[in-house]
């Protein structure tokens, strides 16, 4: 890889992130326009390091989603896309299969919608079965109805990430870790960004910052809402000898309210089987530890937008139940139990942990589907969460798309 080099000086198109819709991103582009000057800028040391590395590892089919939304649209691409991509550089992609279960009839309409859009968003091989036949999917599952979708899967999207920037490499971008940006001014038909490495003076600047994508599209001069909150989410492992209470994937029926899946029974790319996540606001927006951290800007910035309040005052029963689950493991436990009736606290130990980058309006909205917005020289990834991953070859293309109309970027090589 070109890694480490010096991103200083003038070049044609900056991209501002190097997980792994940054890197899709970067190289959808210098694939179309082999010749301009890419440089990639991430702050951290390697790539791919937050949200593309602290995940469950699933390839989501495409189910959830509204009709006709990014997300819809995205996910059911980006999934082909990323399985052909994993089979053709040699990454192992498992199309394992998952089950979403309905636990009681009062959960039937909500599977039912479920169905009707996965059908509507053309989701692969999706079919609907009974207690008998989810039985033969996962013998110690339990439930009165579930779907089945045998091309969900899961990969380890850091292995992803590094294939890209290798590929990235070869063909020529440079790569720059330890690279954050800090400011970004217009000036002289340049955006000139300025970084501990030198100012980069790019034409234009794709940014794809996640967690800090919020405050970068401010320091563009880009509108403050939506806000980026951070959201934690803790698993527990099952002990190795208890990993065969789960053959591959078991979700709940989701509350439709709410961008999050809920408490679900996974086996991870490394064979580990994880259950949860809970998800709860946290002091800092990469907390992966599991003991208390502050960074107290996070802190400032999540407190003083009135979007946090207005959310907080419309979900703040889901709230505390986030934090009986993250403080309570066996809350945790015995949420997932209600799939699995076997699994019990001395089954688990505690597993790892991640930060959801979600978008939150000031009216308090939790953004569903992905959202972009432009400033002057410069387009901005605002809110990716979850299928962003599986989506993200998919996401690549939509955004190049848009750089080349926005941009004006040469003609399209063939």
């Known amino acids: 890889m070109i890694l480490g080099v010096d991103p200083s000086g003038e070049c044609d198109l900056a991209v501002i992130g190097a997980g792994i819709v940054g890197l899709a991103l970067a190289r959808e582009l210098q694939r179309r326009h082999p010749d301009i000057d890419l440089r990639v800028l991430e702050k951290e040391e390697e790539v791919g390091a937050h949200q593309t590395s602290h995940n469950s590892g699933v390839i989501h089919a495409g189910i959830y989603y509204a009709p ?192 999050f899946l809920g408490a679900h029974l996974s086996r991870d790319p490394h064979g580990q089987v994880l259950v949860g996540p809970t998800a709860r606001l946290v002091a ?31 979900f703040w029963r889901t709230g505390i139940e986030e934090m009986r689950m993250a403080a309570r493991p066996a809350a945790l436990v015995e949420s997932a139990s209600r799939f699995v009736p076997e699994l019990r606290r001395e089954d688990t130990v505690p597993g790892p942990a991640g930060v959801r980058a979600q978008a939150i309006a000031r009216n308090g909205a939790l953004l569903e589907d992905f959202t972009f917005s432009e400033t002057e020289r410069a387009l901005h990834v605002r809110n990716a969460p979850s299928p962003a991953a599986t989506s993200s070859l998919a996401i690549a293309r939509l955004v190049a798309d848009r750089a080349e109309a926005s941009f004006g970027l040469p003609p399209r090589v063939h």
Request: proline content about 7%; glycine content about 8%.
């Open 284 to 314: 800092r927006r990469d907390a992966y530890g599991r003991h208390v951290q502050v960074r107290w800007r996070d802190v400032a910035q999540t407190v003083a937008w009135a979007g946090t309040w207005r959310m907080a005052a419309r």
């Open 68 to 259: 006709g939304s990014l997300k819809a649209r995205l996910c059911v691409d980006g999934a082909r896309l990323l399985y052909e991509y994993c089979e053709q550089h040699g990454i192992r992609a498992v199309a394992s299969g998952k089950v979403i279960v309905a636990t009681s009839d009062r959960e039937l309409p909500a599977l039912d919608e479920l169905e009707r859009r996965a059908r509507i968003n053309g989701v692969p091989g999706l079919r609907r079965v009974g207690p008998g036949g989810l039985r033969e999917l996962e013998p110690h599952c339990a439930g009165v109805a579930a779907l089945h979708s045998p091309r969900t899967g899961i990969v380890d999207f850091a292995d992803v990430a590094r294939s890209l920037a290798a590929e990235l490499a070869r063909e020529g971008a440079a790569i720059a870790p330890g690279c954050p940006v800090t400011r970004a001014q217009p000036a002289r038909r340049r955006l000139v960004l300025s970084t501990p490495k030198g100012e980069v003076r790019a034409k234009h600047a794709i940014f794809c910052a996640g967690l800090w994508a919020d405050r970068l599209a401010l320091a563009c001069g880009g509108d403050p809402d939506p806000r980026i909150v951070p959201f934690r989410g803790a698993y527990l492992r099952l002990r190795p000898d208890r990993r065969d209470l789960v053959r591959s994937l078991i979700y709940p029926v989701p509350d439709a309210r709410l961008p």
